[in-house]
């Protein structure tokens, strides 16, 4: 089993800036993606960013050029910087982590409202 661990959602006005972070713990593989889904109400959920182990990146075309996708693989922990944020990007963020088992962390909420 894998668990994960995210931190670092909250309210912030447009325009502004988070940052995530999801630790992993547990049975790790090398070789794995992690990353960051998102699911706003009433919404299903999409991909926001995965980053490999080997540090190949794959962003959200919606995402593209305000969001950035990191990992520490020392630590399994991968980070989400989150710029230039706008009401759209309400939703609750959930971190996964993929070898060839998938797991989801609980989610955190990212609310962006004046």
């Known amino acids: 089993q894998v668990q994960l661990v995210e931190s670092g959602g909250g309210l912030v006005q447009p325009g502004g800036s988070l940052r995530l972070s999801c630790a992993a713990s547990?049975?790790?593989?090398?070789?794995?993606?992690m990353g960051w889904y998102r699911q706003a109400p009433g919404k299903q959920r999409d991909l926001v960013a995965t980053i490999s182990a080997g540090g190949y990146i794959n962003y959200a075309d919606s995402v593209k050029g305000r969001f950035t996708i990191s990992r520490d693989n020392a630590k399994n922990t991968v980070f989400l910087q989150m710029n230039s944020l706008k009401p759209e990007d309400t939703a609750v963020y959930y971190c996964?982590?993929?070898?060839?088992?998938?797991?989801w962390g609980q989610g955190t909420q990212v609310t962006v409202s004046s």
């Open positions: 996964t982590y993929s070898d060839h088992r998938n797991f």
């Open positions: 547990g049975v790790i593989f090398s070789g794995n993606v």
